[in-house]
Each structure stands twice: as structure tokens, then as C-alpha cells.
């Protein structure tokens, strides 16, 4: 089974623009967690997507937002670009069903705003 | 707010030697997993415990969760060079991951 893809890989975007990140699951898989990972906050939820809905939801700004769709390919989007927003954003699939909730990360995209 | 603790923050041990890492929460969860992250990549699952007080083993990986569901240890045996690299927990709960702040290995030859 191929893993979990994650596109594009590196991206330097300005301060003010929006980025858009794609992600593709483990077939199978229905479920997608986004997260960001920075040196100084480690590693943090953003939200997951279960068939397409929108299941959890960490405590980021509205700036930060996403989609699934019925394919279960995952895009998240990020609008305002801060300084601070940039990171490694990290992508994982799963099964969404069971209770141990093991997840398979993608390679990530890592974002720098300048 | 789901918090999980680990320790040390950063581990520095000549190959041969043995390490034990902490995961300690004040919090429950449904099951708790070790990833371990090399730069620039995705975290990759090493582990998953479920059962408290569940052990297992993978080759020279010892995992531990704790009786009340609320901490575990990864005890890595003769470390290699190839395990240095960050060691993550994270704790399930309501679909959600919550993670530790991780340690980060390094094993000298």
C-alpha cells in the first residue's frame, strides 16, 4: 500500500498570502489530521476529517481551514500568512474507527513565510 | 486539555548503552503510541498499547503502559546509531492525538 503523500513538499510564501496544502490518505483510509509542528511548540492539532465532515478541531485562528473530499484526499488552507505560521504542517490518515486511533503521517510540508 | 509530559527533553548515550524515556500524563487515555521522527520527516508509528499495564516488545524496543492507562516508557536496549532521533508520545482520547513535547535520542558510535 503506497503511504501518505503530502504536496508540495517545500513552499516559501509572503507574508499576507494564502497557501493551500494537499494531502492524500492511505487508501482505505477516511479519516485526515492535519497538524504543525514548530521547534517551540512541538507538535499540535489542528483538526481532522472524518467522510468528509469536519469531526475535531484544535485551537487555531480561523485563518487556518480545511476540506475533505469524497476520496478522502484532504486540503488544508491557511489565509493571512504570519510569520509565525511557519512550520513543518504534518498530515495523517487512519481508519477513523478505532479507539487506539493509530496514524500514519505523511513526509510534511514545510512552509516559511518571509 | 489532555497533557502529556515526557523526559528527558534531549538523551545523549554512546552506542551499546541502554535508555528509558518517560510519558506521563494526569489524564486517561483510550491508548497511548511512540513515534519516532528523523529530520525533515513524517513521524513514523513504532507502537501501539491499549491494555493497561500491557508490554511489548519489538526486537530491541521494550514498551510499557502504565496500570492506570495514564503513562508509559520506551527502555531501547544496546542503543545503535540508527536509533538516534526524536521519540514522541502521543495519548488517543475522542479521536484526537494529543502528543508529548518529545525527546530527542542521540546514540554515538
Known amino acids: 500500500k503506497a503511504g501518505v503523500t503530502q504536496t508540495p513538499r517545500y513552499l516559501i510564501k509572503t507574508r499576507g498570502q494564502q497557501v493551500t496544502l494537499s494531502c492524500s490518505p492511505i487508501s482505505g483510509h477516511r479519516s485526515v489530521s492535519w497538524y504543525q509542528q514548530t521547534p517551540g511548540q512541538g507538535l499540535q492539532f489542528l483538526f481532522e476529517y472524518f467522510s468528509e465532515t469536519q469531526r475535531n478541531k484544535g485551537n487555531f485562528p480561523g485563518r487556518f481551514s480545511g476540506r475533505q473530499f469524497s476520496n478522502s484526499r484532504s486540503e488544508m488552507n491557511v489565509s493571512t500568512l504570519e510569520l509565525g505560521d511557519s512550520a513543518l504542517y504534518l498530515c495523517a490518515s487512519s481508519s477513523g474507527h478505532s479507539k487506539s486511533y493509530e496514524q500514519y503521517f505523511g513526509p510534511g510540508t514545510r512552509l516559511t513565510v518571509t | 486539555t489532555q497533557l502529556l509530559e515526557q523526559s528527558p527533553q534531549f538523551l545523549s548515550i554512546q552506542e551499546g548503552e541502554n535508555l528509558t524515556v518517560y510519558c506521563n500524563s494526569s489524564?486517561?487515555?483510550?491508548?497511548l503510541q511512540w513515534y519516532r521522527q528523523e529530520p525533515g520527516e513524517g513521524p513514523v508509528l513504532l507502537v501501539t498499547v491499549v491494555t493497561g499495564g500491557e508490554v511489548k516488545k519489538l526486537k530491541r524496543l521494550t514498551f510499557q503502559f502504565g496500570d492506570a492507562r495514564k503513562d508509559s516508557s520506551l527502555h531501547i536496549t544496546a542503543a545503535q546509531p540508527g536509533d538516534t532521533g526524536l521519540y514522541l508520545c502521543?495519548?488517543?482520547?475522542?479521536?484526537?492525538?494529543?502528543f508529548g513535547a518529545g525527546t530527542t535520542v542521540t546514540v554515538r558510535a
Open positions: 502521543a495519548g488517543a482520547y475522542d479521536y484526537k492525538l494529543s
Open positions: 489524564s486517561v487515555f483510550s491508548s
